[in-house]
């Protein structure tokens, strides 16, 4: 299983950036085990409900923080108290901001050393995402907004989450696809194609894309307009334009170095805010399409072996350019305005470039 230094990615094993930890629904307040970036965590929430991400392991002796239902912390409800998590071996408790703020036997010390590592993380569009760095950094990108997720009053149809699971493929490959214009129309049955281009911006990425469609246009709406993007290495934004306006996100975060966790989910925009049932399920019809479309790439991504080095030819998209873009998340962040300056500007792969790229 190729890692990230056969590819040749950079200085780190992992990216930095935010990605998504779950759907927000399946996280509850229960202290839960999560396996990402080859390391065990744990999520909580706080007695506000707002989400927490720990290291699993307690500085003291090493417990596990969220694996245990028999010591009388776990038994006696008293895990979790306030923002604050306490540990099922020793009953040491650590505060939102990870340090030791109670020792139940030793009220009067408490080791300034006795802290647990946190992640940052928030809960937006009905997901929960965090921040990861291997330099240990903030984020020096905001989380996209997902905007259309608090405008139901307008007929967004919020979406559910669809859950592909973990892949044995390293997520350049899933990324790859943001420079591949040939697979188009036999893996998703695109016709006609009036244009393909790629915009580099920095820490974004943007395909750009009209064609029509085997199953997803029609008579009256002939063209299927795609204006993709991705805001760092982990989240996938895509609007379309046909006969419903829609948005969809593709979410995918490493597990371990050559294996990935993906997600789907798509938002509907109706005509009115107060859609009927038929409506509804018109618009679930239009997110269980999306997922299936999405599905035609990954029985790729599950059953190919590694591509360290794609033998492109010239009718091929970017794929290289695309390749260093996406380093600069394996790199260190000191070194990523050097990487925009060579990479930054539009490559029209196929058709009449747009005059004035789409807002990400």
Known sequence: MAGAQDYKLGAFAF???WFMLGDAATLEAKPTTLHFFGKDMVFYRGQSGKPHLVHAYCPHMGAHIGKNTTSYVVRDGEQVQGESIRCPFHGWRFGEDGKCDDIPYSPNFIPKAACLKTYPVIERAG?????????GGQPDHD??????????????VRWVIDDYGT????QVEIVDNMADYGHFVPIHGSLDIQYFDNVFDGHKIVQRFDAGHRTLTSAEAPVLSLDTWYEGPG????????????HMVIAHTPVED???RLWHALMVKLPNA?????????ARAFQIASRDALGQDVEIWANKEACINPMQIPADGPYGKVRLWYRQFYNPLAEAEATHK?????????GEKRPDPIAA
Do not use: C, Y
């Open 342 to 350: 060579r990479i930054n500007g539009t490559v029209v792969t196929f």
């Open 143 to 156: 989380l996209p907004a997902f905007a259309a997720w608090d405008k139901q009053d307008e007929g967004w």
């Open 258 to 260: 050559g294996t990935v």
């Open 127 to 135: 997901i929960i995402w965090m921040w990861h760095d291997p330099e």
């Open 235 to 246: 989240i996938l934004q895509s609007e379309m334009h046909g006969a419903f306006p829609s």
């Open 167 to 170: 892949l044995p493929i390293h």
């Open 274 to 282: 107060d859609p009927s049932p038929e409506q509804l399920e018109m």
């Open 15 to 17: 990216p930095r950036g």
